[in-house]
Nanobody, 125 residues
């Protein structure tokens, strides 16, 4: 059974930091990503990290988080992380981890095969 389990969400003041973790079990993924969904809005891409056939890693970020968020992965633990710095109230959302089989960065939610249940991030002003 494939599972993705997120953790690390919470309440933080604007300007603060959080680190989200997503532990995968049951299989490995070439690409792992983070998405978020705020109340009344569509799910949007945040960041992803991919490993190609040459074991070279690539990351991709949404413009809104570029320079503030960093995605990384620990293959030994089958875990992906999202370090979020300089958080803003508009970063408030449920953050979802997702896994895809393709060996390149993808921003479309439909390209991901498996999803976690989400973790709430709330940034107060």
């Amino acid at each position: 059974q494939v599972q993705l389990v997120e953790s690390g969400g919470g309440l933080v003041q604007a300007g603060g930091s959080l680190r989200l973790s997503c532990a995968a079990s049951g299989r490995t993924f070439s690409t792992m990503g983070w998405f978020r969904q705020a109340p009344g809005k569509e799910r949007e891409f945040v960041a992803c990290i991919s490993r190609n056939e040459d074991n070279i890693y690539y990351a991709n970020y949404a413009n809104s988080v570029q320079g503030r968020f960093t995605i990384s992965r620990d293959n030994a633990k089958n875990t992906v992380y999202l370090q979020m710095n300089s958080l803003k109230p508009e970063d408030t959302a449920v953050y979802y981890c997702a896994g895809a089989s393709v060996p390149y960065t993808v921003v479309r939610a439909a390209s991901y095969d498996y999803w976690g249940q989400g973790t709430q991030v709330t940034v107060s002003s």
